[in-house]
């Protein structure tokens, strides 16, 4: 497939997906928003993509979503088109994991994109926030709802209220991102955390977004309800056999995703 906005590499069961518009520090058009959607898809249904790794470039993951397109809209396009709803449901239907590698700015859309990813991995030089609120408008896909899962209402409230950003720091403290690296060794570190990933059985590694992403949704003792019977649905697997016989006989683990 031929991207404009986007670039994609499949190496070793992982696909690294980059945010390709560096003269609007990776701005999210609807062209930019349509294409990363269509390659999720794609990594999503082929067979040889076990993780996939989403990133910018060194000084932007993304800044947001796209100013100069968004500027003449009216209330009525907005509501007509339903604006980065498809963004929302299509990313967040992918099942395989989206590991997001955060250097430079992820600001609005690139700080809520980022939190559709399954973690971050940040760059010690990134900067989040939700400076939504000095357009005048608020964050719309995401960043008033998932931020505020991920750092609670006092944080939450700080960067949409103020639209300060956030360092790296400051975002691992939080739990917003899951490790902070240096600048230079992020592509590594998420390269080698997405190969981590793609060594497991994939049938796991699914039920474990599935089960996490649950948690989100239910009460307590309906997600621990959830992540039991998902559990006990792995022994009919034949990767359960092979992880525990391998760990006994002390050995690695072949995995066939059966
Ligand atoms: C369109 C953008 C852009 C954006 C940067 N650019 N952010 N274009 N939309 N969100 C463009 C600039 O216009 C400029 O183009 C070029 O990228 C470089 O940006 P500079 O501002 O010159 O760079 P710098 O001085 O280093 O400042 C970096 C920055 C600043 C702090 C990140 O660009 C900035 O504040 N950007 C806007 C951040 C923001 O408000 N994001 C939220 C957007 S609203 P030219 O052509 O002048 O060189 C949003 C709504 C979410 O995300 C709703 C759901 C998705």
Redesign the pocket.
Known sequence: MAFQTITVDIEDHVALIKLNRP???N??NTELLGELCTALEAADENDKVRCVVLAGSDK?FA??????EMSEKSFVEVFEENL?ASTNDRITAIRKPIIAAVSG?A????C?LAMMCDFIIAADNAKFGQ??I??G?I???G?SQRLTRFVGKSKSMDMNLTGRFMDAEEAERAGLVSRVVPAKKLMEEAMAAAQKVAEKSQLSVLAVKESVNRSYELTLNEGMLFERRVFHSMFATEDQKEGMAAFLEKREAQFRDR
């Open positions: 003269d609007a520090l701005a999210l932007a800044a947001g979503a796209d100013i100069k980065f700015y600001l609005g859309g690139g809520e400076p939504e000095n357009l408008v964050a719309g896909m960043g």
